[in-house]
């Protein structure tokens, strides 16, 4: 059983720059969230993404956009790359109708770092 | 008032000790809770969900959650030098929402 998978594992990129994360849901899963986490911090939300269209937003600017592709897998794109995006982005996949708990589960990550 | 905190920590604790932590929550996630443990360099693991009042056992772990007081606890038993992570509180504000979590308490189990 296939857990979450992320591309790449590691980015670099320098400012201004965009960038393009990749994530496949585990096996079974239906809909795909994407957290932001800096050093010291916990995940904060950015979207997610259920038959391919965005159902929540956090509070992040449209810099940030996603897709959600037939297959349920995601991307997430962010533009205009700045300082402050360096982070580590997460996946996370859930099925929707899997009742009260509706848990996330997270793949490894993508550590972006911008220069 | 944060959606979800923590304490901090840090928390250090002997092996084979109880490690206690704690999170409290707002009124706008009232849902589901969630502890997610996470290894240094690491992505977070899911380890616990808790929906109703009261105490939910899985081996070492015990969540507990208390709506009255809008708190929600994780005590791990028996602790190990392999519990060493930061512990992650989550809560959800809706059936189908998002999660917000607390900042995270960093445990230190020493032998």
Redesign the interface.
């Known amino acids: 059983d296939a857990g979450v998978t992320q591309s790449p594992t590691h980015l670099i990129k320098t400012r201004g720059q965009q960038v393009t994360l990749r994530c496949s849901p585990k096996s079974g899963h239906d809909t795909v969230s994407w957290y932001q986490q800096a050093l010291g911090q916990g995940p904060q939300f950015i979207f997610q993404y259920y038959e391919e269209e965005e159902r929540q937003r956090g509070n992040f600017p449209d810099r940030f956009s996603g897709h959600q592709f037939p297959n349920y897998s995601s991307e997430l794109n962010v533009n205009a790359l700045l300082l402050g995006d360096s982070a580590l982005y997460l996946c996370a996949s859930s099925l929707l109708t899997s009742g009260k708990y509706n848990e996330q589960f997270f793949g490894p990550g993508t550590r972006l770092t911008v220069l | 008032q944060k959606e979800?905190e923590?304490n901090s920590g840090p928390l250090s604790v002997p092996e084979g000790a109880i490690a206690s932590l704690n999170c409290t929550y707002s009124d706008r996630v009232s849902?589901?809770f969630?502890w997610?443990r996470q290894y240094s360099g690491?992505?977070?693991?899911?380890i616990m969900?808790i929906?109703s009042n009261g105490d939910k056992e899985d081996g070492r772990f015990t969540a507990q959650l208390n709506k009255a007081s809008q708190y929600v606890s994780l005590l791990i038993r028996d602790s190990q030098p392999s519990d060493s992570a930061t512990y992650?509180c989550?809560a959800?504000g809706s059936?189908?929402?998002?999660?917000?979590?607390?900042?995270?308490t960093q445990l230190t189990v020493w032998p």
């Open positions: 979800v923590q849902q589901s969630f997610y690491k992505s977070p693991e899911l969900s929906y992650l989550a959800r059936t189908l929402g998002r999660l917000y979590f607390g900042r995270g």
